[in-house]
């Protein structure tokens, strides 16, 4: 945040409107920046054309000093992949529907004035931030940045499969429909993957996952090792065999990584156990390409079909306001 002499800071407000109660969460904002002695902060609403990396461009050109985001996991990406290396800090006000970025910093979900004073009063940290280059069957490419985690395959093509009524009603259990609908003839493929620079490795799966963070709603923890702030990707191979191997899967995932893995007894019995329905590893970067068009995601949202996907992580790239108290 600048320090100039004489010169009044300002914030400004990134949310999308069908996810907050805009009156509400704007004179919220409004107060606490009065009360910091900074200036009126700038609002922008998000549209289905601009998903917030426009609306942050603008923001940083006015030479603000800081930046609060309200929406969901989508929104929270787009605003972050604008902020990268701006050294502007962001203040995350959980208003979607998983809200996985803030779960992992261990913010208040329910307390956003809070969160709010956190902007003018906190500390900042800073967190690392995925990229993700993608090529597409006709090999135009495109690149984005993720905040949670990427992922081609089945993972992608349960959220194709999510009705977004339902998660509007539900909530991220509605992704649980999603899988089942998604798992219906879902058949394992071979994927072509380079770690930094490496070999070339080969294997078949049903979904990789390259991920910034791991713990998603309901105490479930899908890539136990990931961190914000470790400086490295994580990735997993979903791969079970068969479906029985599914069960192992979901044994992994929810008993081991969740459960399991809280104590050292329970971490002893991991160690001593063979399993190779997921499996993880970590890097910093990892190219990967399928032979056919797959479905990608990142962080929650579609991106299509790719067949090729490279993703790195950018050490502490982006600033993340934090409470004090």
């Not at 998000?46 to 006015?62: C, I, V, Y």
């Amino acid at each position: 945040m600048s320090d100039e002499p004489g010169r009044r800071q300002r914030a400004a407000l990134v949310y999308n409107p069908i996810k907050v109660d805009r009156k509400r969460l704007r004179a919220r904002v409004e107060k606490a920046s009065k009360a910091a002695g900074w200036r009126r902060p700038l609002f922008y609403e998000t549209t289905p054309e601009d998903l917030g990396q426009d609306a942050t461009g603008r923001a940083l050109r006015e030479g603000i000093d800081a930046l609060l985001v309200a929406g969901g996991d989508g929104t929270v990406r787009a605003v972050a992949e604008a902020l990268i290396e701006s050294r502007v800090p962001l203040t995350i006000i959980p208003s979607g529907t998983g809200n996985i970025l803030a779960r992992n910093l261990g913010l208040p979900l329910s307390d956003p004035e809070r969160i709010i004073r956190a902007t003018f009063e906190g500390r900042a940290l800073p967190i690392d931030i995925g990229m993700a280059h993608l090529t597409r069957a006709d090999r135009s490419t495109e690149e984005h940045g993720f905040v949670v985690m990427a992922g081609i395959g089945l993972d992608a093509a349960m959220i194709a499969n999510t009705s977004a009524q339902l998660k509007k009603t539900m909530g991220w259990i509605a992704y649980v429909e999603g899988a089942a609908r998604a798992l219906n003839g879902a058949e394992p493929f071979r994927i072509m993957y380079e770690r930094g620079g490496g070999r070339l490795h080969t294997t078949k799966a049903h979904s990789m996952l390259f991920a910034n963070c791991g713990r998603l709603p309901a105490g479930i923890s899908l890539v136990p090792d990931a961190s914000v702030t470790d400086g490295m990707l994580d990735v997993a191979l979903i791969q079970p065999a068969g479906w029985f191997g599914w069960l192992g899967v979901w044994r992994k995932i929810w008993w081991d990584n969740s459960v399991l893995r809280r104590t050292r007894s329970g971490r002893r019995l991991i160690e001593r156990r063979h399993d190779a329905s997921v499996r993880y590893m970590q890097v910093t970067k990892v190219d990967a390409g399928v032979d056919e068009p797959h479905a990608v995601q990142l962080d929650g949202d579609e991106f299509g079909e790719a067949v090729r996907i490279h993703c790195q992580i950018l050490p502490g790239a982006l600033l993340v306001a934090l409470p004090t108290r």
